[in-house]
Structures are given as structure tokens and as C-alpha cells.
T-cell receptor, first 117, second 112 residues
Framework: SAVISQKPSRDICQRGTSLTIQCQVDSQVTMMFWYRQQPGQSLTLIAT?????????ESGFVIDKFPISRPNLTFSTLTVSNMSPEDSSIYLC??????????????FGPGTRLTVT | GNSVTQMEGPVTLSEEAFLTINCTYTATGYPSLFWYVQYPGEGLQLLLK?????DKGSNKGFEATYRKETTSFHLEKGSVQVSDSAVYFCALKDSSASKIIFGSGTRLSIRP
């Protein structure tokens, strides 16, 4: 099962600036996902990032606002660009990996808590 | 499209009470169903899963049965503990994709 770390764990940023969030996995995985969890809300998928190809964005999310890099099988970054207070959320990295139950499962990182002032 | 509807919280129970958190889904085909848990200050963890009709997922005293006839996957526990206080998310994954769709989450608080 995969162990995922994210940096930073939290940040407070000014509107109009950008923040890059890093996701590191302790094993090689094909599929990585970025989710957003707005305050008191559920998780919403931003995009799927596979190594060697462009990220696939969900409806309502665009590459200019949330550019993603996936340079290898253990690492990805998500940038939140030109931030506004509405971007204040927890951003979670997730991977699909072989689990202890003998099937592929999704594992989640601890999240990055972003506050935009 | 696919969706998950779960019981709104917060839910507050006394220790050793019986717990049910309702979850229903809408999906084409035969999705896999999950319950995830988010303890205070921690990341999201898979609690249990079921991949086909009539399967029962179980873990840490929690159970949920995949009911295709009622499109439900209710979470139950016979005797809750203070340490079960967390936010619980019902979720599904379509058989043709890796994307997981989450319900809105239910905050559970257990008082001693």
C-alpha cells in the first residue's frame, strides 16, 4: 500500500499569488489524482495525472488555473494560480495502488490546507 | 451521471449506541462502493469496501452491505466508541474508470 506525503501541509497566501503543492509517493504508481475539499464540503476531483501524458481535468477545472506536472511515477505537483479567497480549501493528492485487500485501492495524502486572504 | 447521497450530519450519539449512516447511490452498471473516514486532523482513510451486489464490507466493527435492489450501502456499527468520532464519506467508483465520486460526508460525534 502506498504512503503519500504532501508539502506544504498548510499555507496562508495573498490573493493574486500562486502556490505549488508537492505530492510524493513511496512507490511507483501509474495513476495520481488531485482533489479539492472546500470547507465543510465533500471531495471534488480536480484532475487525473498519469506519467507521460497531459493531465485530464474535470468539468469546472482548467489547466490555466490548476496546472499539474507529473515528471515521474512517484511525484506530482499541483499549482493553484492567481488565487482568490474562493480557492481556500484542502487539496489532496491520491494514488491508485495495490492494496492489502488484494485489489487496487485509492490512497490519500494528508492534504494541504490553503487559506487565501 | 453517477452520484452519492448520504445522510446529513452532524450525528451525535452516546458511547455504545448503535450507529447507522444512510447512503444511496445512482450509477450505471455495477460500481464499487466505499466508506472512507477522516479522523480529526488526519487524512482520508479507506474504512471498507464492497465490489458487487450482496457483498458485505467490514472493518473495525463497522459493516456495510451492497444492496443493488435499493441502491444503498448503509454504514452500521453495533456499539460506537468515542474514538469513532470522525467524518464519514460514502463513495463509489464506476467499473470503467478510476475516478471516485464522494458523498457530502457525515460528521459523527460520540459523547462518553
Amino acid at each position: 500500500s502506498a504512503v503519500i506525503s504532501q508539502k506544504p501541509s498548510r499555507d496562508i497566501c495573498q490573493r493574486g499569488t500562486s502556490l505549488t503543492i508537492q505530492c510524493q509517493v513511496d512507490s511507483q504508481v501509474t495513476m495520481m489524482f488531485w482533489y479539492r475539499q472546500q470547507p465543510g464540503q465533500s471531495l471534488t476531483l480536480i484532475a487525473t495525472a498519469n506519467q507521460g501524458s497531459e493531465a485530464t481535468y474535470e468539468s469546472g477545472f482548467v489547466i490555466d488555473k490548476f496546472p499539474i506536472s507529473r515528471p515521474n511515477l512517484t511525484f506530482s505537483t499541483l499549482t493553484v494560480s492567481n488565487m482568490s479567497p474562493e480557492d481556500s480549501s484542502i487539496y489532496l493528492c491520491s494514488v491508485e495502488d495495490w492494496g492489502l485487500r488484494g485489489t487496487y485501492e485509492q490512497y490519500f495524502g494528508p492534504g494541504t490546507r490553503l487559506t487565501v486572504t | 451521471g453517477n452520484s452519492v447521497t448520504q445522510m446529513e450530519g452532524p450525528v451525535t450519539l452516546s458511547e455504545e449506541a448503535f450507529l447507522t449512516i444512510n447512503c444511496t447511490y445512482t450509477a450505471t452498471g455495477y460500481p464499487s462502493l466505499f466508506w472512507y473516514v477522516q479522523y480529526p486532523g488526519e487524512g482520508l482513510q479507506l474504512l471498507l469496501k464492497a465490489t458487487k451486489a450482496d457483498d458485505k464490507g467490514s472493518n473495525k466493527g463497522f459493516e456495510a452491505t451492497y444492496r443493488k435492489e435499493t441502491t444503498s450501502f448503509h454504514l452500521e456499527k453495533g456499539s460506537v466508541q468515542v474514538s469513532d468520532s470522525a467524518v464519514y464519506f460514502c463513495a463509489l467508483k464506476d467499473s470503467s474508470a478510476s475516478k471516485i465520486i464522494f458523498g457530502s460526508g457525515t460528521r459523527l460525534s460520540i459523547r462518553p
